[in-house]
């Protein structure tokens, strides 16, 4: 009943199948909970968008996504584009991530419209947000604040970052 409770929460369709097979005595309404991982795994079969780095094309833990015009993706990208010279801090009590390069410094934080570039607040177009237990930030404000070239190609769904910008 634990296995399919955490795959149920976990929402991958490879958990679920695996728990609702080592119960296989369970009642069909404790196995219930296994397939509606299924759809959320589907759901997100394609990315919003593609990303590169200055050391090629990144790997998110989750898909990007957008909210409205702004590009959102797992904190784990920002270290991945390889950015010169980048620190990153996470403040577990404020839940939020500090990233600094030379003189910049970019903060956002969870279930917050404003992020602060050098000082300066700056408003979102939506908050920086946990989705399955991982905060899913505005890539473009934090490249743009850190001061490194960014790009975006609207016909391929790509988002350039540094060296890769094409």
Known sequence: MKKILIASLLGSAVLGASAAQAAPTAPAATAAPAPTAAPAAA???QPAAK???NDGLVT???YPFFIKSTLYTTADV???LDIEGLKISWDNKTKSYTYTRGDHMVKVTADSEIAWVDGKEVKLQGSPTFKRGVLRVPVGVIVRGLDESIKWDKATETLWVGESIK
Do not use: D, T
């Open 51 to 53: 990303i590169y780095g």
């Open 43 to 45: 759901a997100s079969s």
């Open 78 to 80: 920002i270290k991945q």
């Open 60 to 62: 998110p833990s989750a």
